[in-house]
């Protein structure tokens, strides 16, 4: 099977959870969306692989679950703490680092 | 002990001295500093002595030792040693600074006694002591230029001592300012002859200078004019003697030390340590000799009619050492180095007897108020008479061996020497004329209401106000209380005064022409090189020389008589015919005025045109400016991308990301 197709797919799951990080406002679904954009590169990095016919990108797909999963739990971990103080779910209320 | 050795300890004693007083006095009570500073001086002097017997028993030929404590810098073809050089010019320098200043320490202790400034005073003194000492002990052009610096230093601090006083601060920077002048002078002029001697040290510069140098050749001309223009700043010969007179702002044992016996003699000191290279220049040295008569004339005129008791003296000792510049520069080497000695034993007199007079008027120093001293203070007036008819060359007192010598010497070297040997007699007239008018106004005609006072057996205590301008004093940092000293009362001023006055007289001795010359054979290892011996006058044309010099200032002593207190009315009528020339005289020639002109409204122009226009336009506007509205708004944008909103941070993460990848993208295709 032609490796662009992958790619293609890989790109069009990026712009779905790209679009979903800007328009979004819910930390949660912004979170969902970036485990989106973090697959569509795995999935392009795995059809890369396959296509190149070693293991390079397989492992480098490994290791973005790893960091997708770390990140996550600090998400979340946040998630839970805005809840517990009552601030609003929204992270355009939260912009107390402006310059 | 070598003579090396007794040179390195002459140094010594002074800085350990200033060390100790500087660092210790809070420590030391009362009159303690003094005493101290002035057993350091003292201790030096007597170093100095056996230098002066060790010395006599080398034989003649070895009689210049030098000596090396380390190299500061050794590179390829050029070192400069910490070294100092013993020879007799050297001892007879170290004599006369060592000695002088002992006694100047001693009246010191008690002129100074009320001043809150005590410790300091005598810290900057034996300082001023101690770089003198390496300056006439120096064995190479470095060292000396460092004696040099420190004594201009040391100059600077003692003018400026009263330091609330706005005038004595603005002296202290003229003097600073012109002596730098001349420093840089002097290091051109080493660095003139290294580059054509490639020796630093005195013994290598003067045995290569005559390989190095064709008689009048223009490199050596200018290395000596370089010289000079260092000798004329420290020892005030015009067009750079402007600072001197000024420099009466200071205490009056700083004016004898330092303005009148040591430091000013300096530049002499100087003209005849280099006469090897003088020799071989004798444009340079026609040149000193001339601005040496120019000055001594000036000088003599100014203080004719100078009304400012410090003054008139200030302006004497700048045309005496105008006869120095004059006879060291025409090769009467011993005649000018014996003025020298005998100018610091009366001159360091005449500033006493001042400070001392000053005290008893509580401060004021203008002539026109003084007068009838003679009964209220019998002990300044024998004194300051003594040093006075020195000072005119009376006979047999000592500046008449000295300072006629110098113009007999003059006058035997024939052709236009023959002119500046008149005008020396000529202002030797005047010498003799200000030193009567010095006398007679001060000790003579009526009392004043202070010297009344003081026959009764009190002091006048007036307000504290500035002799210069008439403004309050602040007394707060340093400055004599309400008790003045006269020499009348206390016996350290008495015993310097003593001292000084015995050698004022009978200083001449060890010069008599024909009968004594004890000064000449000391000195004459120095100078036997020199190639001019055979110009110096037989003993008879230099007792014509010092008869001539003998009248004159008899004449002169008994015109001052005759136009001071015999007959007033002759004043006014003199006054009268001869009213712009008295007026040029008091103004000293405009030469402040002249420098005001020339030098100081220009270079203030130029420094104003720099700070308004350079600095606040250019550097204030355009660079800082500049610099300053860029940084502004890069900042601006960097500040208003940070929003604090999540979103658009990923919106411009994003957005930049695609722009890279598009521009990779279209840069490898």
Not at chain 2, 342 to 369: C, E, N, P, Y
Request: glycine share 10%; charged share 15%; hydrophobic share 55%.
């Amino acid at each position: 099977m032609d490796t662009s197709w992958f790619v293609v797919l890989s790109a069009f799951i990026f712009c779905i959870g790209a679009a979903g990080v800007l328009t979004r406002r819910s930390p949660l679904v912004i979170l969902l969306c970036l485990e989106l954009m973090l697959n569509a590169g795995n999935l392009a990095l795995i059809a890369f692989s396959r296509m190149a016919g070693n293991q390079d990108g397989q492992v480098f797909a490994l290791i973005v679950m790893v960091v997708a999963a770390c990140e996550v739990v600090i998400g979340l971990g946040i998630i839970v703490a805005m809840y517990r103080r009552r601030l609003p779910i929204d992270v355009d209320a939260m912009s107390e680092l402006r310059g | 002990m070598s003579p090396t050795a007794y040179g390195w300890l002459v140094l010594a004693f002074p800085l350990v001295g200033t060390l100790v007083v500087a660092l210790g006095w809070k420590a030391l009570p009362g009159r303690l500093p003094g005493w101290i500073a002035s057993a350091a001086i003292g201790l030096s002097f007597v170093a100095s002595l056996g230098m002066l017997v060790s010395l006599l028993d080398q034989p003649e030929e070895e009689r210049q030792l030098v000596s090396s404590a380390y190299t500061y810098l050794e590179t390829a073809g050029m070192s400069a040693d910490l070294s100092i050089l013993v020879d007799p010019l050297s001892v007879f320098m170290c004599l006369v600074v060592s000695g002088v200043s002992f006694l100047i320490h001693l009246y010191s202790i008690s002129y100074m006694t009320s001043d809150r400034g005590y410790s300091r005073f005598f810290a900057y003194l034996n300082f001023f002591v101690f770089s003198m000492l390496l300056l006439v002990l120096a064995g190479n052009f470095v060292l000396l230029i460092v004696g040099w610096a420190f004594v201009g230093a040391a100059s600077y601090l003692l003018i400026s001592f009263w330091y609330r006083r706005t005038t004595a601060t603005a002296a202290g920077i003229k003097a600073f300012v012109i002596n730098v002048i001349g420093d840089v002078g002097l290091v051109i002029g080493a660095f003139l002859l290294f580059d054509g001697t490639g020796a630093l040290d005195y013994v290598g510069v003067f045995e290569a200078a005559p390989d190095a140098f064709a008689t009048n050749d223009p490199q050596i001309v200018a290395a000596c004019l370089m010289i000079l223009v260092g000798a004329f700043a420290k020892s005030a010969q015009l067009p750079l003697h402007t600072w001197l007179p000024d420099a009466m702002e200071g205490p009056t044992p700083v004016s004898a030390l330092i303005h009148a016996a040591t430091m000013v003699t300096a530049g002499v000191y100087l003209i005849a340590r280099c006469h090897p290279l003088f020799e071989l220049a004798p444009a340079a040295a026609d040149v000193g000799a001339i601005i040496g008569t120019a000055t001594l004339l000036f000088a003599a005129t100014v203080a004719m009619a100078a009304t400012d008791l410090k003054r008139v003296i200030a302006y004497s000792t700048i045309s005496q050492i105008g006869y120095m510049v004059l006879g060291v520069s025409v090769a009467a080497y011993g005649a000018g180095l014996f003025h020298l000695m005998t100018h610091a034993f009366f001159k360091a007199l005449l500033f006493m007897g001042a400070g001392s007079v000053i005290g008893a008027m509580g401060g004021i120093q203008s002539l026109d108020r003084m007068g009838g001293f003679r009964k209220a203070m019998p002990f300044t007036f024998v004194t300051f008479t003594v040093g006075a008819l020195a000072l005119a060359g009376f006979p047999f007192f000592s500046g008449f061996f000295s300072k006629d010598e110098i113009l007999a010497y003059t006058l035997n070297r024939g052709g236009g020497y023959v002119v500046l040997g008149v005008v020396g007699y000529i202002a030797a007239l005047m010498t003799a004329f200000y030193a009567g008018r010095m006398v007679f106004r001060v000790f003579f005609g009526p009392p004043v209401s202070e010297a009344r006072e003081l026959e009764q057996g009190l002091l006048h205590h007036g307000e504290h106000a500035n002799p210069a301008t008439g403004e309050a004093e602040d007394t707060d940092v340093g400055f004599p209380g309400a008790e003045h000293h006269v020499a009348e009362r206390e016996w350290p001023m008495k015993a310097a005064m003593a001292a000084l006055a015995v050698l004022a007289v009978i200083g001449g001795v060890l010069g008599i022409p024909g009968v004594t010359d004890t000064f000449e054979r000391f000195l004459e290892p120095t100078f036997e090189d020199s190639r001019f011996h055979d110009t110096a006058p037989g003993d008879g044309a230099e007792w014509l020389g010092l008869a001539a010099g003998g009248v004159f200032a008899l004449i002169g002593l008994a015109a001052a008589y005759h136009y001071l207190l015999r007959d007033p009315e002759l004043r006014l009528v003199t006054r009268r015919r001869f009213g712009r020339l008295h007026t040029l005289f008091v103004n000293k020639w405009y030469f402040d005025e002249i420098f005001e002109a020339a030098v100081v409204r220009p270079v203030a122009a130029t420094g104003r045109f720099g700070r308004t226009v350079v600095e606040s336009t250019f550097v204030q506007g355009v660079i800082v400016g500049g610099t300053v509205g860029l940084v502004r708004a890069g900042t601006s944008f960097a500040r208003s991308i940070q929003t604090g909103e999540l979103r658009s941070y990923a919106a411009l993460l994003l957005v930049g990301v695609s722009g890279l990848v598009l521009y990779f993208l279209i840069v490898a295709s």
